[in-house]
């Protein structure tokens, strides 16, 4: 059973950056999925925002595409997410997620989710 | 980018009865792209339904959903008292890869 567990500091400062750490357990980074990140602002809905592939391949959310890079360190098995010159509005939980099937856009498997404040 | 809007924003139901809860796009999507997820509070989403009808894994069979084009709907028939939660649509389309969720539907007792 795959499991998935963020983890990062808690706050960030403004104009800061914002990095995660997703370690993958029960199955490996180089399988055949695309795994992202999604958030959610407190009290808010879902935001995707991006994925990596396998073979390293990335797509990003349009409105997030300048400040942020996800990576993969496969001797790890674990994700990353980093994210430049943050603000109060990326204030949210911050989930890594591993997509079910390429035929079927769908995320199965979640991470528990961390917080992350961006204040000063 | 394509919009989706879930109504109602609440969805106040008793225990035994049936929630159809909706999800419209503001533009066509294609089926196989379009997903359903349940939240409750201080845990994560959980997929129910993907490719619009197909139920996941572990799911059981009270729900189901339904639809096609821009107009898609998630039923569950005989309430528990666990399904009280907020419920999410999710579509993905390209070019370029792009997913979106639409802003949740709670359902409350």
């Known amino acids: 059973q795959v499991q998935l567990q963020e983890s990062g500091p808690g706050l960030v400062r403004p104009s800061g950056t914002l990095s995660l750490t997703c370690g993958v357990s029960?199955?490996?980074?180089?399988?055949?999925?695309?795994w992202s990140w999604v958030r959610q602002p407190p009290g808010k809905g879902l935001e995707w925002i991006g994925e990596i592939y396998h073979n390293g391949d990335t797509n990003y959310n349009p409105s997030l595409k300048s400040r942020v890079t996800i990576l993969k360190d496969i001797s790890r098995n674990q994700l990353s997410l980093i994210l430049n010159s943050v603000t109060a509005a990326d204030t949210a939980v911050y989930y890594c997620?591993?997509?079910?099937?390429?035929?079927?856009?769908?995320?199965?498997?979640w991470g528990r989710g961390t917080m992350v404040t961006v204040s000063s | 980018e394509i919009v989706l809007t879930q109504s109602p924003g609440t969805l106040s139901l008793s225990p035994g009865e049936r929630a159809t809860l909706s999800c419209r796009a503001s533009q066509s999507v294609i089926s196989d792209y379009l997903a359903w997820y349940q939240q409750k509070p201080g845990q994560a989403p959980r997929l129910l339904i993907y490719?619009?009808?197909s139920r996941a894994p572990g799911i059981p069979a009270r729900f189901s959903g339904s639809g096609s084009g821009a107009t898609f709907t998630l039923t569950i028939n005989r309430l528990e008292p666990e399904d009280f939660a907020v419920y999410y649509c999710?579509?993905?389309?390209?070019?370029?890869?792009?997913?979106?969720f639409g802003q949740g539907t709670k359902l409350e007792i």
């Open positions: 997620v591993r997509e079910y099937s390429s035929s079927w856009p769908s995320y199965d498997i």
């Open positions: 999710q579509q993905y389309s390209k070019p370029p890869p792009m997913f979106t």
């Open positions: 490719a619009a009808s």
């Open positions: 029960g199955g490996s980074i180089t399988s055949t999925n695309w």
